[in-house]
């Protein structure tokens, strides 16, 4: 029996991925699930679930580590130790089209920047979302999409491609190629700096509807402005596209 380390911290993947290894294929293969420790609203949820615990990746010691054949980061929330990525196969689903927008919120930066948008699978190394290709889907982005349209096309078009691609994910039956040019990194620092209006800089209609549909995200508050008082005043945006005027 071959034990596959799987950390989520996306309840979409999480639920699709358990959906797929119900297959008869995988029968030979033991799939144990992780969260990071930090995320507070799966510590809530999960509180006590055996088979869905916590985990903290930089504090296991190397007889953790040994134990798997394959580790599989979706939307992993903690970076890989050095000491995991250097000495195991290290697989990452990643939201974004490497080597473009790397890092936090890949289609908040590709809707702003026009980079290419879509989804990676590559094997790990000690840099954040680098390391050889295995396989990439593009996701075109609309002018009437939000960062929330996007991500929900990215989100089923990752679980498509764990469907396609998992049993020879797991077994390292894959050609790898490196990527073209390092490409460019966006932190959580910079999308949280992005969030802040200023309402003095001067933009176009077309740069004001984009940054407001790039930190439009379902119900999460992003984008604001201070009022008077210096409370935040949160700003989205509603985008709907004329009925019947194609795909």
Known sequence: MKKICVITDNEFLY???????EGAEYSGYQFDFYYSENN?????????CESFQ??????????FYRQYHVF??????????????????????????????????PQVFSILN????????HEMDRELDHGPVICQEYIE????????????????????????YLANLLEGNYNRS???????????????????????????????????????FDAYDNAYFLDQDGNRVYVSISLKREAGSGK
């Not at 639920?15 to 290894?21: A, D, E, H």
């Not at 979706?74 to 689903?93: A, S």
Request: aromatic residues 10%; positive net charge; charged residues 25%.
């Open 141 to 164: 982005i609309q002018p009437y999409d939000t960062s929330w349209d996007v991500y929900q096309r990215i989100q089923q078009k990752e679980a498509d491609m764990l469907e396609v």
């Open 178 to 216: 490196a990527m073209p040019m390092e490409g460019n990194v966006n932190s959580k620092a910079d999308f949280e700096k992005l969030c802040k209006i200023d309402l003095g800089r001067a933009a176009t209609y077309g740069e004001v509807i984009d940054f407001l549909r790039a930190t439009t």
């Open 54 to 63: 916590p985990i903290n990746l930089k504090a296991m010691e190397d007889s």
């Open 72 to 105: 599989l980061s979706l939307h992993c929330k903690q970076m890989f130790p050095e000491k995991l990525v250097g000495c195991y196969r290290c697989i990452n689903v990643h939201p974004g089209y490497n080597p473009y927008n790397r890092g936090w919120f």
């Open 40 to 48: 507070k609203a799966f510590q809530n949820k999960y509180k006590g």
């Open 114 to 121: 026009k980079k290419p948008a879509g989804v990676t699978i």
């Open 15 to 21: 639920g699709k991925l358990k959906r797929i290894i």
